[in-house]
């Protein structure tokens, strides 16, 4: 058996960084598989069960640089704040340092003992507030690995090393005819510009899980239980199952259950995306998180902690988030070379000045190495997918649909097709029963009818049980669900049927075909009573249009996307449903099976499918196709298959959901496009290609400045999805 772990990691500067770390984890024994995600800093791992060692795997970690947090998420939550204040203090303490060394730098180079103050202002600003960098560096050096430290280091470290001997022992190139030149002022303005970039960073990474801080905010951490008939407060984690609480005006409720007593409206915006408050009254459903706006109520418990509904919704859109979509894979592996290829450029381009350069070739060498070093970092390439991807997965949720892995949100934008389900998906799914007719004195074919649908999970067999709610219900043996087509069983040694027309045909009469045939020309399901010899009775039921259908087809096909509604009711009531919704193309009496091999003819035809359903009867197509999409009031099997999840039951969803997955592939693409273009543009201008034609050059202080801008920038263009309107 695996068991899934998600454990936040600290130290992580760039992806090279998450590639080495996966790397490490990769190796160690029973981790089955594992993806780190260097934008939301967390490590995904399927690990076998009896590892329970997890201080091990921390230390593997640790000994490359980096640390996993093995507590409570509060706990990392916790860290990762106090490494952001110490950032915070470390960037402004360089800055202090920074603006004196660059003033003398630019302005004082030939004021007296100008060197030694020069190297008294970037002492500290290298080795006690920039030290991480080259401490990280030191312990990937030990392990053969290399990441954005590492060239941090290496450029900084030689210019302040190559300043300090031209500093003690100027002579040395002095006689050589040749200026013995300091780059202090580089080495110390390249590492505050990086802290200044990776503090914003950090800042605005933390505004990509905004949506997830929202939810968890949710979660009230006391609430007031009944019990031993007395009020009193007790903690969340102290529920058990079957508690029952007081829930207050304005309170959140804090778990899901039923209302035993009282009724209100309840705010379900921040699991539905719906605005209108819900009216709740005795044995109404309430989700965990939802806020109680009127009455005052008494909620039976019945899922609490990381059961509740709320929390299913916070694991999905983590993982969501962490998740890697299919472009990430090919960026992991540009990044995971990225950095040797780059210490090469860099040492090429000193070797071709050295060469080439004049006079100043050993000042303008390293000029340029060093640029190339600064410049060409990977991390704005690391963060363009991920970040993207957590706003995207974010931005869902609060809008009322779960996306459970950025594969899926990825593939969505390609979406030509969308394969509609009828029941509960175009209609509401919550059928009624409008007329019986029967054709027998058979005393007991209501409590039957009641008895057999009792324990079938057809979608219709609830209307049914509950029209006939007054009829006891009798023993029957035997019981089998005919997949695609009703229930049968036994009772005192004859077998009954509940089933669609079409499987009893042969026992069907003029008289009751016409019946029939009348019901189902208005739009109405019929289902027939039967035993083995005669039929007898029919149940006509209606399911209303849902009132949003129509208005989500139509925008749909405004999205250029072909709408198919594929069911297992009869053909009449199909072509009444899809002719009230603007549907083209439907087919009717589907099988299971009959729906996959459809979506399966349109996949062989070339097309992108979304399938979008609510019962266990969809759960094969959800699967066959390019992306299901389950209707939150769905069967837990069909939520667990699709790859996204309507949470409120409204089709408007669907045109919202593809949309912000074109949205949000287009900020991947436009941050990949920005990253690599920085870097295609940023190296050759930093190793000095322009200097022959026109002189000009990058130095080393303008790549650190640069080198920051592009992943903060990055970042940014990833939040302006939090803004856009889908």
Excluded at 356 to 383: D, F, K
Aim: with cysteine; net charge neutral; hydrophobic share 45%.
């Amino acid at each position: 058996m695996e068991a899934k772990l998600q454990i936040p990691v600290l130290g992580m500067t760039c992806a090279s960084c998450a590639g080495s770390v996966e790397q490490i984890l990769k190796e160690t024994p029973g981790v089955k598989s594992v993806s780190v995600n260097y934008a939301n800093e967390k490590a995904y791992l399927s690990i076998d069960e009896d590892i329970t060692n997890l201080p091990l795997l921390q230390k593997q970690v640790q000994a490359v640089g980096y640390d996993l947090i093995i507590e409570e998420d509060s706990s990392a939550e916790e860290i990762k704040q106090d490494l952001l204040k110490i950032a915070k203090k470390n960037t402004i303490w360089a800055g202090v340092f920074s603006v004196p060394l660059l003033i003398i730098g630019m302005l004082g180079m030939h004021w007296p003992y100008a060197n030694y103050i020069m190297m008294a202002l970037a002492t500290p600003v290298l080795f006690i507030f920039g030290k991480s960098f080259f401490i990280n560096a030191y312990k990937q050096a030990k392990v053969g690995s290399v990441n954005m430290d590492t060239l941090v280091a290496l450029s900084t470290g030689i210019a302040y090393t190559f300043s300090l001997f031209n500093t003690f022992y100027p002579a040395y190139f002095e006689n050589k005819g040749l200026e013995a030149h300091v780059y202090y002022e580089a080495a110390g303005v390249v590492i505050f510009f990086i802290l200044i970039g990776k503090w914003l960073e950090e800042k605005a990474k933390s505004g990509t899980s905004d949506a997830l801080k929202k939810l968890i905010g949710l979660q009230p951490k006391t609430v007031t239980a009944i019990r031993n008939g007395v009020e009193e407060i007790v903690a969340i984690k102290d529920l058990i199952i079957g508690d029952i609480l007081v829930v207050k005006p304005g309170e959140k409720i804090p778990v899901d259950g039923t209302v035993k007593k009282g009724e209100s409206y309840i705010d379900e915006s921040s699991i539905s995306g719906e605005p209108m408050p819900v009216f709740k009254s005795k044995k109404s459903k309430v989700f965990a998180g939802t806020i109680n706006q009127k009455g005052s109520l008494r909620v039976l418990a019945k899922k609490i902690g990381s059961d509740t509904y709320l929390s299913q919704i916070i694991s999905l859109v983590e993982a969501a988030q962490g998740s890697k979509a299919p472009i990430q894979k090919t960026v992991d592996k540009i990044a995971s070379v990225f950095v040797p290829v780059v210490i090469g450029i860099s040492i090429l381009t000193f070797a071709i000045w050295m060469i080439l350069g004049g006079e100043n070739r050993l000042a303008l060498g390293m000029l340029s190495a060093l640029s190339v070093l600064v410049i060409a970092c990977p991390c704005a390439l690391g963060l363009a997918t991920p970040t993207a991807i957590m706003v995207g997965v974010g931005k869902g949720a609060e809008n009322g649909f779960l996306i459970k892995d950025a594969e899926s949100l990825e593939i969505a934008q390609h979406i030509d097709t969308v394969v509609l389900d009828k029941t509960g998906t175009i209609t509401e799914g919550k059928p009624s029963v409008v007329e019986t007719l029967f054709y027998s004195s058979f005393p007991e074919q209501k409590a039957l009818i009641k008895s057999l649908e009792a324990v079938s999970e057809h979608p219709l067999a609830d209307a049914i049980v509950d029209y006939f709610k007054d009829e006891e219900r009798l023993d029957i043996t035997d019981f089998e669900s005919i997949t695609g087509v009703g229930v049968k069983g036994n009772y005192k040694g004859k077998t009954y049927l509940v089933t669609k027309p079409s499987y009893v045909e042969k026992l069907l009469t003029k008289n009751i075909k016409e019946n029939v045939s009348k019901l189902q020309n208005e739009g109405k399901t019929v289902v027939i009573l039967s035993n083995e010899t005669e039929i007898l009775g029919i149940i006509a039921i209606e399911d209303s249009i849902k009132e949003s259908s129509a208005a989500a087809i139509l925008k749909m096909q405004e999205q250029n996307l072909e709408v198919i509604m594929l069911t297992g009711d009869n053909e009449k009531t199909a072509e009444a449903v899809a002719k009230a919704v603007g549907i083209e193309t439907f087919k009717a009496n589907c099988l299971p099976s009959d729906k996959s091999e459809f979506i399966q003819k349109l996949q062989q035809k070339g097309k992108k499918v979304a399938m979008v359903g609510d019962g266990i009867n969809d759960s094969v197509s959800l699967a066959q196709a390019d992306v299901g999409i389950a209707m939150g009031s769905g069967s837990d099997i069909a939520l667990d298959v699709a790859k996204m999840a309507i949470i409120s039951n409204d089709l408007m969803k669907i045109p919202t959901a593809i949309r912000l997955s074109r949205k949000t592939m287009n900020t991947v693409k436009q941050n990949l496009f920005w990253a690599f273009i920085y870097n295609i543009i940023g190296i050759p201008l930093a190793a000095g290609i322009l200097y022959a034609v026109n002189g000009f050059m990058i130095n080393p202080m303008i790549a650190g400045a640069a080198m920051a801008f592009s992943s903060v920038s990055v970042v940014l263009n990833s939040l302006r999805l939090k803004t856009t309107k889908i």
